[in-house]
């Protein structure tokens, strides 16, 4: 009978390859382009982008993958001081990411001025006792604020790339060696019914404005995944009826729009045909509704 190898076996399978290997938390004010980094380095649509303020509601799990390392990436809504119920929930989610991190990214907008959401931000990063990354975003753009230098300081393009490379070495820094926690081709851990979610709230917010994004949740009530097709059945919720009568109407029709470009989307990211059945309804104040935001954070 032949001698079974441990180490062979071992070296053999993805769960007990060792790297350097932990969790990161990209912190910062909202549209300081942490979105924006986590698609550009892994070159997948992991999270949605948009030029409105405050997109991102839940932690975003990116998976990013090298030679030597497996850095696992909370992309984090936005913190802010608020005593909305809605927006409370949005602080905790992203604080709680911190809680498991090694190490937190914290990106700050070189395209603005300092704002009081700094130094909201400044005063909770006081009692945290993990290492913190100052990232300076947007340097292709003209600075308004000076930009210090130091060791865990680094400045970022998401748009070239630019940086990224010492930015991940100054990362794994932090890491210690240790098994994967993902098989090497896993670049996000967000399900189905997520993914699908999101990519029709990105297209809400690109064409429409003021309050109505902020006003929106989609439901992906059924998912049918076969060989050659997807089928999906999804709801646009509104807070009122006047907003719904804007996405169905404004613009021969709003909703036929945001329809076409999230199956097209859709299509490319699962690379199959999509059919979506896309309909909006309302749901009032479902912002002040504390069982229903409970239920949509957890």
């Known amino acids: 009978m032949q001698e079974l190898n441990l180490q062979e076996i071992l070296s053999n399978t993805t769960d007990f390859i060792e790297k350097k290997v932990w969790y990161v938390a990209i912190i910062g004010r909202p549209n300081t382009w942490k979105s924006t980094f986590i698609n550009t380095l892994l070159w997948k649509k992991i999270s949605i982008t948009t030029n409105v303020p405050q997109t991102t509601r839940k932690k975003i799990l990116a998976i990013y993958n090298d030679t030597d390392s497996q850095i696992i990436f909370f992309d984090t809504p936005w913190i802010h001081a608020s005593e909305k119920m809605f927006n409370k929930e ?105 993914r699908i979610s999101e990519i029709i709230r990105e297209k809400v917010f690109l064409h429409t404005s003021e309050e109505i994004p902020h006003s929106i949740y989609v439901s992906v009530e059924e998912v049918e995944d076969k060989e050659d097709i997807l089928r999906i059945i999804a709801y646009i919720y509104t807070e009122t009826d006047s907003q719904r009568f804007i996405i169905i109407w404004k613009a021969w029709s709003l909703v036929t729009q945001i329809w076409k470009e999230a199956r097209i989307n859709l299509e490319e990211i699962f690379e199959k045909k999509v059919f979506l059945s896309l309909r909006v309804k309302t749901k009032e104040k479902w912002k002040n509704d504390e069982k229903f935001i409970k239920k949509m954070f957890s």
């Open 90 to 194: 949005i602080n905790k989610e992203a604080i709680n990411s911190i809680k498991d991190a090694a190490v937190i990214l914290y990106f700050i907008d070189t395209s603005r001025e300092w704002w009081e959401e700094e130094n909201y931000i400044k005063s909770f990063l006081q009692d945290v006792k993990i290492p913190i990354i100052k990232v300076y975003t947007k340097i292709d753009l003209r600075p308004k604020i000076n930009i210090p230098q130091g060791e865990n300081t680094h400045k970022i393009s998401s748009i070239s790339k630019t940086w990224f490379k010492s930015l991940i070495e100054k990362i794994k820094t932090y890491l210690k060696k240790g098994f994967m926690n993902y098989w090497e081709d896993y670049y996000t851990s967000q399900d189905i019914f997520f």
